[in-house]
């Protein structure tokens, strides 16, 4: 996926979750997926756009979720299987991704 595409997707999730998105970038970083702050920015590695879909959708609703719930509780969870179903599947294919580094 390149980098526009992959933007267009962020803000597609954005719009169904309803989280308004002030800046939004995708460049290299070195220990995380993405970050987001609460003024509405959010960051995504560049490494995401060699990943599928799925595990793209996976780092993108994750973050999106932030704006609403800060911590991985368990509202945090269940907001993810709403909105992911099986999302411990992804979150294991993505830990596997960094593990194989």
């Not at 997707?9 to 954005?14: D, H, I, S, Y």
């Not at 939004?24 to 995380?32: F, T």
């Not at 994750?62 to 999302?87: A, C, I, Q, T």
Request: with cysteine; hydrophobic share 40%; charged share 30%.
């Amino acid at each position: 996926m390149n980098k526009e595409d992959f933007k267009q997707r962020v803000l597609e999730w954005a719009g169904k979750l309803d989280v308004r998105v002030r800046s939004l970038a995708v460049r290299p970083m070195k220990n995380k997926w993405a970050s987001c702050s609460t003024a509405g920015n959010l960051n995504f590695n560049a490494d995401l756009l060699e990943l599928d879909r799925e595990i793209g959708d996976y780092v993108i609703v994750h973050e999106l979720l932030h704006f609403f719930v800060p911590n991985h509780g368990k509202l945090w969870k269940s907001l993810m299987r709403v909105h992911l179903g099986d999302y411990e599947r992804l979150q294991e294919r993505l830990r596997q991704r960094i593990n194989s580094r």
